[in-house]
């Protein structure tokens, strides 16, 4: 992929995971170990994120990154890709999906939503991008992940804000305003072909549930499973149920 940092694991059916803010590929390394016996497994790091560099233009929207990669999936000769976006990546897979419907087979929205930022929302984003601004990155990245989990002593919060201490503070600020001033993607869900997964944690305080079952229903072919007793981090929560719930809709 041109200028951006992927890891690919196996053959078969193309499955692109694309991780959520302040993350990188790693967060799916186990998953891409425990698939590429069956599947041709891609993990992103999403421009500015990881080895992946973020783009030159100071100002970029949702639509500029999920072109990028779209391009970076062309470029490979990749068709019927499958792809599971976290959280941001799954804001990053619908704009893939509006622009390139018949690239996908299949979406999986794994705690993220279609739609757009509320009111409220959009305001806190703003007054994140200040703050930062003010006071740099490390002083809102460094206790940003903790939250995202229903149990604030799980272990796997160290890993994951080791992933998030090393963003930019131009990476932490772009994407804010990209999430900020996304549309809303709902239509994406009604019109695609494919099947839809919609995945959410009982107790995800970022994304609630409760939304998410609605927007599965909007989909031709849509599917919703909530997991008890996790948050917003799925992956390392529950990671078995998870990926035993995404393989199985991989198969369909």
Request: proline content about 5%; glycine content about 8%; hydrophobic content about 45%.
């Amino acid at each position: 992929m041109h200028k951006l940092f992927y890891s690919e694991k196996g053959e078969g059916r193309p499955v692109v995971f694309l991780h959520g803010f302040l993350e990188t590929h790693a967060i799916w390394d186990e998953y891409a170990q425990q698939l590429c016996d069956d599947f041709r497994v891609i993990t992103v790091d999403l421009p500015g994120f990881g080895k992946s560099p973020l783009p030159t233009a100071k100002h970029f929207s949702i639509s500029d990154i999920a072109s990028q990669i779209n391009q970076s999936l062309l470029s490979l000769g990749l068709d019927g890709v499958n792809v599971v976006g976290h959280s941001l990546g799954g804001y990053v897979a619908l704009a893939m999906v509006a622009q390139h419907p018949d690239l996908f087979a299949s979406l999986c929205l794994f705690h993220s939503t279609a739609l757009a930022d509320s009111v409220e929302k959009k305001d806190a984003r703003t007054k994140t991008i200040d703050f930062v601004s003010k006071n740099g990155a490390l002083a809102f990245t460094s206790n940003f992940v903790a939250p995202l989990f229903a149990d604030p002593k799980h272990p796997a919060i160290a890993k994951v804000t080791d992933l998030a201490i090393q963003t930019s503070a131009a990476t932490v600020c772009g994407y804010l305003e990209a999430m900020r001033d996304r549309p809303d993607r709902t239509a994406v869900l009604k019109d695609f072909n494919g099947p839809v997964l919609l995945i959410a944690g009982e107790k995800d305080s970022i994304i609630p549930a409760s939304t998410l079952d609605e927007q599965g229903k909007m989909a031709r072919i849509g599917s919703f499973k909530l997991i008890q007793g996790i948050g917003h981090m799925g992956m390392f929560e529950a990671p078995s149920d998870c990926l035993k719930i995404i393989e199985g809709f991989l198969r369909i």
